[in-house]
């Protein structure tokens, strides 16, 4: 029986082109990737509703690399879509003889991204990737040349699609006439493609040689300023992020908090020095009830530890606080 290795970042033109697939009577093994960016929760929900077994990469540290310099650059973000879609591509080459496989599915789309999709980048992916003759791109494959396996009969060119631009309304027909209701905006799972998250990793990147991955997952949560090369406060915006960022912090970070007042949990990571402090603790007055005060005590201290430190301070000013925000 002739297999295929559909990759599924968790968006729902690659279901629909693993699912054109299934319905030749191919068989379908879901290939996703996970990175310190993304993860396999919307490919898991993505490959139930079309009973396809997910088969799920880490290749976070690979990723990573590649991320700091990209042969082909960045898109609106800090995403490298050309070099990442090439990488997994050549992951997933390598896993056809170990799952006895004979071609590569991907949802890619003729001219639907300005960067990615065009036809000199899909030719680029494809070259690069290390198995031109092994990729099939069923949602777009009228538009481009036979494949070794349209031309070999594993797959009736018929019955694949002509799809080219950024509309989606024949995707959104597929899904409904496929019953598939559970899918994530295009894009969506990648934090890459977040403005806001690409300007604070710019930054980490800026001013550390060697980052950690906890780094990186800090970089989701609260309000960030850089204060020194050495030091960075994290403030965090509700109860709940407060708790979600636990797991990611050191015994070594400091964290502060208002002595007689609600607020923020601030956090300051990093070799900070005294004048770091003094402001990690302003910041903290700044996201507190106590915000208007004219004198406010903060108690601080490593995680995990005592808060057996204090500090008397004014809170920071909405320019103080403009003049370091990422």
Not at 190 to 217: F, G, M
Request: contains cysteine; neutral net charge.
């Amino acid at each position: 029986m002739t297999k295929a290795l559909a990759m599924v970042s968790g968006g729902l033109d690659s279901i629909l082109a693993a699912k054109l697939v299934k319905d030749q009577g191919i068989d379908v093994i879901a290939i996703c990737f996970k990175s310190y960016f993304f993860d396999e929760s919307n490919a898991l929900r993505m490959t139930r509703q079309i009973d396809i077994p997910l088969h799920v990469v880490d290749f976070s540290e690979k990723h990573f690399e590649m991320l700091k310099n990209p042969k082909h650059g960045y898109g609106k973000n800090m995403n490298p879509c050309i070099d990442c879609h090439a990488m997994m591509l050549n992951y997933t080459g390598k896993l056809l003889d170990e799952l006895n496989a004979d071609f590569i599915v991907t949802g890619e789309v003729l001219n639907q991204r300005p960067m990615s999709q065009t036809k000199t980048s899909l030719d680029i992916v494809k070259n690069e990737s290390g198995y031109s003759d092994k990729i099939l791109r069923p949602l777009c494959a009228k538009n481009l040349p036979q494949t070794e396996m349209e031309l070999n009969g594993l797959i009736d060119r018929e019955k694949l699609l002509d799809i080219s631009g950024r509309s989606r309304k024949v995707q959104m027909e597929l899904a409904k006439k496929w019953d598939i209701k559970d899918y994530p905006s295009p894009a969506g799972g990648c934090k890459l493609t977040e403005p806001n998250y690409s300007i604070r990793l710019k930054d980490l990147l800026n001013h550390s040689q060697n980052v950690e991955a906890r780094e990186l997952e800090l970089l989701k949560y609260g309000r960030h300023f850089r204060v020194s090369q050495g030091a960075k406060i994290i403030s965090t915006r509700t109860f709940d992020e407060s708790q979600q960022i636990r797991p990611f912090l050191s015994e070594k970070d400091l964290i502060f908090f208002a002595e007689d007042f609600n607020g923020s949990m601030v956090i300051l990571i990093g070799n900070p020095d005294e004048d770091d402090i003094a402001f990690a603790a302003m910041v903290t007055g700044r996201y507190s009830k106590g915000k208007d005060e004219k004198l406010l005590k903060i108690k601080y201290g490593n995680f995990l530890g005592e808060l057996n430190m204090r500090l008397a301070i004014k809170p920071a000013s909405e320019e103080e606080i403009s003049k370091y925000i990422i």
